[in-house]
Nanobody
């Protein structure tokens, strides 16, 4: 019912910046919390940042002060603004959201296809 399209990944030098986007489409009624996860080779997937429907945010300690999550409800889009990138930020980044269909109190999780971020000199 809901599809997520990610974009913005690529190769960047240490200290550089990159912005990821994730746009939702389909049968959308109410998008609740939106999140960004990342997974590096050989490592577990970790939560990077989250933003609620009322724009409250949280981020992992490893990215605090460097990454900012934001959302544009008119565009059904969540962003991850990444600054001062480090090699250890290299990973596949996935967006995730909780969607509540019309007529129910339940939410359903949806995932993007992932976008590769490589931080290297």
């Amino acid at each position: 019912q809901v599809r997520l399209a990610e974009s913005g990944g690529g190769l960047v030098q240490p200290g550089g910046s990159l912005t990821l986007s994730c746009a939702a489409s389909g049968s959308i009624f109410s998008i609740e919390t939106m999140r960004w996860y990342r997974q590096a080779p050989g490592k577990q997937r970790e939560l990077v940042a989250a933003i609620t429907s009322d724009y409250s945010t949280n981020s992992a300690d490893s990215v605090k002060g460097r990454f900012t999550i934001s959302r544009d409800n008119a565009k059904n889009t969540v962003y991850l603004h990444m600054n001062s990138l480090k090699p250890e930020d290299t990973a596949v980044y996935y967006c995730n959201l909780d969607h509540r269909p019309w007529g129910t109190t339940r939410t359903f999780a949806y995932w993007g296809q992932g976008t590769q971020v490589i931080v290297s000199s």
